[in-house]
Each structure stands twice: as C-alpha cells, then as structure tokens.
C-alpha cells in the first residue's frame, strides 16, 4: 500500500487498473505483483532503480 501510495508510476498503475477489478484489494495485489517482478529484475540483472526509467 505505500508503494502504491508514494510511488508515482505504480500509483498511475493502480489507478488504471483498479476500475477494472471487482475489489479494490485485487488492484492492490496487481501492484505487488509488479513490484515483486519489478525487483527481481533489478536483483537478477545486478542494476540500480532508476525511477525516471519508463
């Protein structure tokens, strides 16, 4: 949830698709998947977060 929260491209992320979920705790669960894929990528490629990266 703080990701989600402070965070600005998962934010536009879970707002887009939080509409499209039957509840709101399943936009959450998208979200977390993301950031789980997102650092593991980072930690299997041995490189640093770069948030203005799009």
Known sequence: MTAERWNL???KYYERVKPTKAR??????????K?????????KNMINYDPEYE
């Not at 709101?24 to 998947?33: F, H, K, Q, S, T």
């Not at 950031?35 to 930690?43: H, K, M, Q």
């Open 35 to 43: 950031l789980l894929v997102l650092i593991y990528s980072l930690w």
């Open 9 to 11: 491209t998962l934010k």
């Open 24 to 33: 709101p705790i399943i936009g959450l669960m998208a979200v977390e998947r």
